[in-house]
T-cell receptor
Framework: AQSVTQPDIHITVSEGASLELRCNYS??????LFWYVQSPGQGLQLLLKYFSGDTLVQGIKGFEAEFKRSQSSFNLRKPSVHWSDAAEYFC????????????FGKGTRLHILP | NAGVTQTPKFQVLKTGQSMTLQCAQD?????MYWYRQDPGMGLRLIYYSASEGTTDKGEVPNGYNVSRLNKREFSLRLESAAPSQTSVYFC?????????????FGPGTRLLVL
């Protein structure tokens, strides 16, 4: 069965430090890949998505993600985090053909130390 | 553009009561979704509507019903609320069906069932 794994439930980094959030998926082919962010009390907002082509994808708010087929991974990175980046981050996989659905990971909550 | 709107924002119900969660989008999207979000569980799809006039079950449909009233509106009904339905409910929409479509989320409805 298709699945999305975010191994880290919580991550804490200092403001100004670099960030990497991990995401692994299980699927028989290369799926569509997404990262969404949820600020406290808000709905989800798309950060970036990957369909094909260049494996390094740029998103909003200075985020980027790299697709690695050999590792079935789609990790999210930011070179220098800001206090406003404190939020919950969800990796998601979109499936092909008859499926209309997106499968979400369980999320990683990011805490920022001043 | 308001995007995706949801009403109410908060609701407290007693076990056995019924209620309808309302969702509307003004982006002329064809597909709409209802998710529930529980701590440590990420987002789970309850029902979706790939296009006006169609609805399909998601991962956790038991205890819920939906109505795609028109292209703009997609409601979620709890006929007899149970404490296990305490959750945050998100409505989302996308331009078309398909796993590669970006979903746009509403701000959520926080439901407590006593």
């Amino acid at each position: 069965a298709q699945s999305v794994t975010q191994p880290d439930i919580h991550i804490t980094v200092s403001e100004g430090a670099s960030l990497e959030l991990r995401c692994n998926y299980s699927y028989g082919a290369t799926p569509y890949l997404f990262w969404y962010v949820q600020s406290p009390g808000q709905g989800l907002q798309l950060l970036l998505k990957y369909f094909s082509g260049d494996t390094l994808v740029q998103g909003i708010k200075g985020f980027e993600a790299e697709f690695k087929r050999s590792q079935s991974s789609f990790n999210l990175r930011k070179p220098s985090v800001h206090w406003s980046d404190a939020a919950e981050y969800f990796c998601a996989v979109g499936l092909f053909l008859r499926d209309d659905k997106i499968i979400f990971g369980k999320g990683t909550r990011l805490h920022i130390l001043p | 553009n308001a995007g995706v709107t949801q009403t109410p924002k908060f609701q407290v119900l007693k076990t056995g009561q019924s209620m309808t969660l309302q969702c509307a989008q003004d982006m002329n999207h064809n597909s709409m979704y209802w998710y529930r979000q529980d701590p440590g569980m990420g987002l789970r799809l309850i029902y979706y509507s790939a296009s006006e006039g169609t609805t399909d079950k998601g991962e956790v449909p038991n205890g819920y019903n939906v109505s795609r009233l028109n292209k703009r509106e997609f409601s979620l009904r709890l006929e007899s609320a149970a404490p296990s339905q305490t959750s945050v409910y998100f409505c989302a929409s996308s331009a078309n069906r398909g796993g590669g479509e970006t979903q746009y989320f509403g701000p959520g409805t926080r439901l407590l069932v006593l």
